[in-house]
């Protein structure tokens, strides 16, 4: 007997596993598969008053494959797969039985908290293929060869691009035709374990994207699950109406309905609780929220803010400390505003107001047309009240791929491997990334200055941590001086010095809540970044309020490499300012002595 309260899915009983599948508009639905020799009939279930049939599979063993059968109003029998297996043989495949009897350490992992935080972005199937073939993408196993590297680097989260299974092999991974499904080609729901469990092992959490603003569309059993549709649409899963409109096909899951409000949910916590992941990053909200993507009000889906609070919220309640992210884009508080305060409360978002205005001063080619002020708004944005409502970058999969390229590649087309501006430019980018107040973001393989744009058949060429071992290095003073730097995880920027004709910028970054009052003026932990946006060298450059005596140079980038901390300074008759050479394309980062 099964309890009619008992979430969907499918559960390991004595002898064999307890079945509940939604699907009201059926006239029978059976379970088949090995166990049963795949026969004609399966093993019949019976349907309660909810749309849910039920029943018990004896025979079903662990590792065995299945479908139902589901008889149509018209007749017809469909063969589904079960729309939360956690395993397929491939996506247009069969579904496997998959029990949850994976081996965690003792310990519980505990992810940084936002201010210490470094994330790297990562694409199972290109980051490291290892036993890559012609007909295979890299897997968990080849990536967790690379654990060590990325430790070693400092980063101490990683993103990881979806891994639900899809259509076919190759794949970003934002066609999710089975949202529960771990990819069988990537290694399944215990190669996804093995990497989250190896990760922790080194100190690095690990934070997943996920879909929800569509399914599919290819290799998708949920359209037209249980055979009833309404104006040729995808059925209960789905909008049948004007609703179900998306750029990726008319498969908008509909929010407003109960069950797939919970199969959504129950989504989202599987990956917490099940895969002990570190949180989430939701992919292009506004287009859950909306039909077209946009603000117009006329096409808002009321539902759909329910639904993200909803989810939001019970993270927020269950664990407190994990990661909860969404792409949205259009520069709203509310996205991350707490739910209590009719925010969607996510932790952070993606901030297009840092990336565009960033790469677009970097890829100017001339450098009197680079506007600082750009710069300077790029750092100080802010949502929320919260300098690490935001997560920073200049490289994601979006942002190096769409019709656009990497950062280096945008800077010296073709060239970038022999470009001194692409090595230069491109790292003022990454030093803007980790100096900013925010959540900093590293897309793969952006500290090995990879060339031309992302795409899911061109793996990582390691070969360049060997071509670029300087930038590389660069990469590790940094992310080590974000981590460690008190003042880099505070809140507070100030742009102390704009010279709009000569291009050079430096800020001061101080955590505000150490300058108490018992420490002199200007004397709390800081940090000052002093950045020259143009090719031209200044000898004996004022920088106001810049004292020597008070400050320590950390970080030195000029022409391409790491140069000594040492560098010709005259202090002038009036303390508070100093004069530098400072060359071309040069950044210096200065701690505050105490």
């Given at each position: 007997?099964t309890?009619?309260h ?9 002898p ?5 599948l ?6 029978n639905?059976a379970?088949?598969g090995?166990?049963?020799?795949w026969s004609?009939?399966?093993v019949?279930?019976s349907?309660?008053?909810?749309g ?5 599979a ?5 590792n ?5 059968s589901?008889?149509?109003?018209s007749g017809?029998i469909l063969?589904?797969n079960d ?13 496997v ?7 965690w350490?003792k310990?519980e992992f505990?992810l940084?908290?936002v ?8 694409h ?9 073939t012609?007909?295979?993408p890299g897997?968990f196993?080849?990536?967790?060869e690379k654990?060590d590297y990325?430790?070693?680097l ?6 990881v691009?979806?891994v ?6 190759f794949s970003?991974g934002y066609?999710?035709?089975y949202p529960?499904a ?8 215990n190669g996804?374990?093995?990497l989250?469990?190896?990760a922790?092992?080194r100190?690095?959490g690990?934070?997943l994207?996920v879909v929800y ?14 055979g ?12 049948n109406?004007?609703?179900?409109d998306t750029?990726w096909?008319d498969?908008r ?8 409000r919970q199969?959504i949910?129950d989504?989202a ?5 099940e895969?002990?992941?570190?949180g989430?990053?939701m992919?292009?909200?506004p287009?859950m ?10 096409d808002c889906?009321k539902?759909?803010y329910g639904?993200?609070r ?5 993270i927020?309640?269950?664990y407190?400390?994990?990661?909860v992210?969404?792409?949205d884009?259009h ?6 505003d707490?739910?209590e305060?009719n925010g969607?409360?996510y932790?952070?978002?993606?901030d297009?107001?840092?990336?565009h ?5 970097l890829?100017?080619?001339n450098d009197d ?14 949502y ?5 409502s935001r997560v ?8 190096v ?5 990497r ?6 087309p073709g060239n ?11 790292v003022?980018g990454v030093?803007?990334t980790?100096t ?8 793969q393989?952006?500290e090995?200055?990879?060339d031309?744009w992302?795409?899911d058949?061109?793996?990582?060429d390691?070969?360049?941590l060997?071509?670029f071992?300087?930038?590389n ?13 008190i003042?880099l995880?505070?809140e507070?920027?100030s742009?102390?010095h704009?010279d ?6 430096a800020?001061?970054r101080?955590?505000i809540?150490?300058?108490?009052d ?9 940090v000052?970044?002093i ?12 920088i106001?309020d810049?004292?020597?005596q008070?400050w ?5 980038w ?5 140069e ?7 202090q002038?008759g ?8 400072i060359?071309?394309?040069?950044i ?5 002595l105490?």
């Amino acid at each position: 007997m099964t309890n009619k309260h008992e979430p969907l899915g499918l559960f390991k009983t004595e002898p064999g596993y307890r079945v509940r599948l939604w699907a009201p508009n059926a006239t029978n639905v059976a379970i088949r598969g090995e166990f049963d020799g795949w026969s004609n009939e399966g093993v019949n279930l019976s349907k309660d008053n909810d749309g849910v049939w039920y029943g018990c599979a004896p025979e079903l063993k662990n590792n065995q494959q299945y479908q139902f059968s589901i008889t149509t109003e018209s007749g017809d029998i469909l063969k589904r797969n079960d729309p939360r297996g956690r395993l397929l043989t491939n996506s247009a495949g069969t579904s496997v039985v998959y029990d949850d009897d994976y081996i965690w350490p003792k310990s519980e992992f505990m992810l940084a908290n936002v201010e210490a935080l470094v994330i790297y972005e990562l694409h199972i199937g290109t980051f490291n293929c290892t036993y890559n073939t012609a007909n295979k993408p890299g897997t968990f196993r080849s990536a967790i060869e690379k654990l060590d590297y990325l430790s070693e680097l400092g980063v101490n989260c990683i993103e990881v691009m979806p891994v639900n299974e899809f259509a076919g092999d190759f794949s970003w991974g934002y066609n999710p035709a089975y949202p529960f499904a771990v990819e069988e080609a990537y290694g399944g729901p215990n190669g996804l374990k093995d990497l989250v469990r190896e990760a922790h092992a080194r100190n690095i959490g690990v934070i997943l994207d996920v879909v929800y603003n569509h399914f599919g569309p290819s290799d998708l059993h949920l359209w037209q699950f249980d055979g009833w549709s309404e104006n040729e649409k995808g059925g209960i899963y789905f909008y049948n109406d004007w609703r179900s409109d998306t750029p990726w096909g008319d498969t908008r899951p509909d929010y407003g309905r109960p069950q797939v409000r919970q199969y959504i949910f129950d989504n989202a916590m599987m990956w917490l609780e099940e895969f002990k992941l570190d949180g989430l990053r939701m992919d292009m909200i506004p287009y859950m929220r909306s039909v077209s993507g946009t603000e117009d009000p006329k096409d808002c889906i009321k539902e759909a803010y329910g639904l993200l609070r909803w989810i939001n919220a019970e993270i927020k309640n269950r664990y407190p400390h994990k990661l909860v992210v969404a792409e949205d884009l259009h520069g709203n508080d509310f996205v991350t505003d707490h739910h209590e305060h009719n925010g969607l409360g996510y932790t952070a978002q993606w901030d297009a107001d840092f990336v565009h205005p960033i790469r677009n001063v970097l890829t100017q080619p001339n450098d009197d047309d680079r506007d600082l002020n750009l710069v300077s708004k790029a750092l100080t944005r802010c949502y929320s009240s919260n300098a690490f409502s935001r997560v920073i970058y200049v490289e994601s999969h979006d942002e190096v791929a769409n019709g656009s390229a990497r950062l280096a590649e945008e800077i010296a087309p073709g060239n970038v491997d022999k470009d001194y501006f692409a090595r230069q430019r491109s790292v003022i980018g990454v030093v803007l990334t980790l100096t900013a107040p925010g959540i900093p973001m590293l897309f793969q393989g952006q500290e090995l200055l990879e060339d031309l744009w992302f795409d899911d058949k061109d793996p990582i060429d390691w070969s360049r941590l060997d071509k670029f071992p300087q930038l590389n290095q660069a990469y590790k003073t940094l992310i080590s001086l974000r981590k460690n730097s008190i003042s880099l995880q505070g809140e507070n920027v100030s742009i102390l010095h704009m010279d709009h004709a000569n291009k050079v910028l430096a800020y001061e970054r101080k955590n505000i809540r150490d300058d108490d009052d018992d420490k002199a003026p200007g004397t709390s932990p800081s940090v000052l970044v002093i950045i020259n946006f143009k090719n031209q060298r200044f000898d004996n450059y004022l920088i106001p309020d810049f004292d020597n005596q008070q400050w320590k140079c950390v970080f030195n980038w000029h022409n391409g490499y790491i140069e000594p901390n040492e560098f010709a300074f005259t202090q002038t008759g009036d303390n508070k300012c100093g004069k530098i050479n400072i060359g071309e394309y040069q950044i210096l980062i200065f701690e505050r002595l105490m």
